[in-house]
């Protein structure tokens, strides 16, 4: 079975340019997660839908940063404009139900000059 | 979903010496899991802890989760440069997985 699939892999990008990054959650899993990764602030959450509707936003840094889940196999987190700070590697993730093991995607390492 | 804090950040350690690092909450936790993540990767399920006072093992690892579910610790016996990664310890609750700085291991050969 294929596991949480994220593209793209590596992107480079300009500030101020708008970056997308997309997600397939694993088939059946309900809960799908965005997270952020640096040195500095470990692995941050970011925002966490359940069935395809925004749970929880919380830890989005800033209005800069959207995410969208049209439906339970596609979802989206979006940087417009993206700074150098956003820099980072962005993992996606989903489980079936709420305390189940959660599975990661390879990871968008994101780099912003 | 319920915050646990974790020791150390950092661990280096000889190859074939010990590592253990703990996890703590000031409040009485559901359930506990572990996670890896190699340098480079993306974090990948160890084990899951229920039980007050359970103990798990795989391989070298020894998983251990309090008495009074309110912390839980990872033993490596005899750490192997395999061993190398971040460890992070999380107590989902309902749809949250925190996961925080994690303790990162590294093994001098």
């Known amino acids: 079975d294929a596991g949480v699939i994220q593209s793209p892999r590596h992107e480079v990008t300009e500030m101020g340019q708008e970056v997308t990054l997309r997600c397939k959650p694993i088939s059946g899993h309900n809960s799908l997660f965005w997270y952020r990764q640096t040195m500095m602030r470990g692995l941050e959450l970011l925002i966490y839908f359940n069935n395809n509707v925004p749970i929880d936003d919380s830890g989005m840094p800033e209005d800069r940063f959207s995410a969208k889940m049209p439906n339970a196999s596609f979802s989206t987190l979006k940087i417009q404009p993206s700074e150098p700070r956003d820099s980072a590697v962005y993992f996606c993730?989903?489980?079936?139900?709420?305390?189940?093991?959660?599975?990661f995607g390879e990871g968008s390492w994101l780099t912003v000059v | 979903g319920q915050q646990v804090m974790q020791i150390p950040q950092y661990q280096h350690v000889q190859e074939g010496e010990d590592f253990t690092t703990y996890c703590n909450s000031s409040t009485t936790l559901s359930n506990i899991q572990w996670y890896k993540q190699r340098p480079g990767g993306h974090p990948v399920f160890l084990i899951q802890l229920v039980k007050s006072g359970e103990v798990k093992k795989q391989k070298r690892l020894t998983f251990q989760f309090g008495e009074a579910k309110k912390n839980s610790s990872l033993h490596i016996t005899a750490t192997q440069t395999t061993d190398v990664g971040t460890y992070f310890c999380?107590?989902?609750?309902?749809?949250?997985?925190?996961f925080g700085t994690g303790t990162r291991l590294k093994v001098l050969a």
């Open positions: 993730a989903s489980s079936s139900t709420s305390g189940n093991t959660i599975y």
């Open positions: 999380i107590s989902p609750g309902t749809y949250k997985y925190i």
